[in-house]
């Protein structure tokens, strides 16, 4: 198991930039699944972005040349750089972990809260 807790959330105009932090714990962490998910209001939460165990990324469509994930193993950190932010952005974001020889992203963060606005 893997525990998370997110950072870095806040208040931004149209057009700026946050980066998003996610402490993670547990033995698994360099050989997970990490990703960034989010919840707007009244939606279903969603994927964000996706980092492999393996190596390579998986952006959302609507995020991709804007967001950019990271991760480092050595410190158990996983990141999203978040620039050019939309209203449509607006959202709780949560960090969330696939563990090996799990199905699916099982470990989650509180969230953190990110409010575009003009």
């Known amino acids: 198991q893997v525990q998370l807790v997110e950072s870095g959330g806040g208040l931004v105009q149209v057009g700026g930039s946050l980066r998003l932090s996610c402490a993670a714990s547990?033995?698994?962490?360099?050989?997970?699944?990490m990703g960034w998910f989010r919840q707007a209001p009244g939606q279903e939460r969603e994927f964000v972005a996706i980092s492999w165990s393996g190596g390579g990324t998986t952006y959302r469509d609507s995020v991709r040349g804007r967001f950019t994930m990271s991760r480092d193993n050595l410190k158990n950190m996983v990141y999203l750089q978040m620039n050019s932010l939309q209203y449509e952005d607006t959202a709780i974001y949560y960090c969330a972990a696939r563990p090996p020889g799990a199905s699916e992203f099982g470990d989650w963060g509180q969230g953190t809260r990110v409010t575009v606005s003009s």
């Open positions: 547990g033995r698994s962490f360099g050989s997970s699944a």
